[in-house]
């Protein structure tokens, strides 16, 4: 099954071509325009999308040999949550391509597809497994009985991880999105010369609060302390917030599996944590390629492949509206039937 899928949900522009779950060719533009302005405009992304989206599938599509959109079987979007405006350029473009070709559309949830980035086939993962969602607009932990029955424990209840990363990094000058910036600066430090709060750090609570800590480390830079100590303090704080959580609920629930999706995943202090409990554990651990840790095409693809092995004729109706927020308890990758 040849499916074409496209995400543009916030900065990143991106198509992928899969065959299955396999990847055939895909592209991805970050948008640069953001990084001056200490976050990401939404009225820039938009216009960004509209005149970068056309040039990536055709790029995909030489690249695959394909010749015209006949030869596709699926076209999958993401149709939230995410910036609106964003979210209308590739879900317009993907239903208008469908429509023009007569073939099946599928609309996606952004964050159902991260978790997807780990699908390749209805047995990829065994469960139960619990799911750490972890990037810049989400922080959240799911249980999943199957790849159809991901029930959210808990979320954050004011600033996403990526998004704390992302405001300790601009205040200490390191640019936008500042997460890898921020790790590279705690390279050098020792943590345990900055101290900082653990905010809601109770294990057995599955959510998260980040914009406390936000404030600690505004006041400990305006002390004077050294960048790379707070940057590597911060980082501790927050690893260990994710993991402890992530693993209580994974021992609780006798899970055999634990996924992690999203930016955040990109961080290496966060995969080795993760790598050493669950090894201890012999829970195995699904951490995406570096490269699919921020938002891509990939995992709309796997999403919409899931979705069709589960049950073949689904579609979207082509009147799928984009979406800025997901607040249900049950998360489905299919969006609008
Ligand atoms: O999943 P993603 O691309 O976008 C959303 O759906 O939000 O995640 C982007 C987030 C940003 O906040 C970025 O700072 C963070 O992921 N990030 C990192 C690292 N690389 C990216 N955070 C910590 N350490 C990293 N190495
Ligand atoms: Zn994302």
């Known amino acids: 099954m040849r499916i074409l899928a496209v995400e543009t949900s916030c900065d990143d522009s991106a198509v992928a071509l899969l065959e299955d779950s396999s990847v055939i060719a895909e592209r991805i533009y970050s948008q640069t325009v953001h990084s001056n302005h200490g976050g990401v405009v939404p009225e820039l992304a938009s216009r960004q999308h509209i005149e970068i989206l056309p040039g990536l599938v055709k790029e995909v599509l030489s690249e695959s040999g394909i010749n015209t959109l006949r030869e596709i079987d699926v076209f999958a979007a993401t149709a939230g949550p995410g910036l609106v405006g964003s979210l209308l350029v590739g879900l317009s473009w993907t239903k208008a391509a469908a429509f023009a070709s007569g073939k099946q559309f599928l609309g996606i949830n952004h964050l159902s597809a991260h978790l997807h980035t780990h699908y390749t086939g209805p047995d990829s993962v065994e469960f139960p497994a619990v799911a750490l969602l972890v990037s810049g607009g989400h922080t959240c932990l799911f249980n999943m009985k199957s790849w159809t029955r991901a029930v959210l424990l808990g979320s954050t209840r004011d600033d996403a991880a990526g998004e704390a990363f992302d405001k300790t990094a601009k205040l ?41 800590l936000k404030t600690a480390v505004r006041l400990q830079w305006e002390n004077g302390v050294d960048l790379a100590d707070l940057a590597a303090s911060f980082q501790k704080v927050v690893v260990d917030i994710l993991v402890s959580k992530l693993l209580f609920q994974a021992d609780r629930s006798g899970a055999a599996s634990i996924l992690a999706a999203g930016g955040v995943t990109a961080n290496n202090l966060l995969r080795t944590r993760l790598s050493e409990e669950c090894e201890k554990r012999g829970i195995s651990l699904f951490l995406p390629e570096k490269k699919y840790t921020t938002d891509n095409a990939v995992m709309v693809g796997r999403a919409a492949f899931a979705i069709l092995c589960e049950e073949p004729s689904s579609c979207s109706s082509l009147s799928c509206n984009a979406f800025s927020r997901w607040s249900g308890t049950i998360l489905k990758a299919l969006c609008c039937t």
């Not at 640019?175 to 921020?182: F, M, N």
């Not at 390279?187 to 345990?192: F, Q, S």
């Open 172 to 212: 200490a000058g390191l640019g936008y999105p500042g997460g890898e910036a921020l790790e590279k600066a705690a390279i050098d430090g020792n943590p345990d010369n900055v101290s900082l709060p653990s905010p809601l750090s109770d294990p057995t609570l599955p959510e998260f609060s980040f914009s406390g």
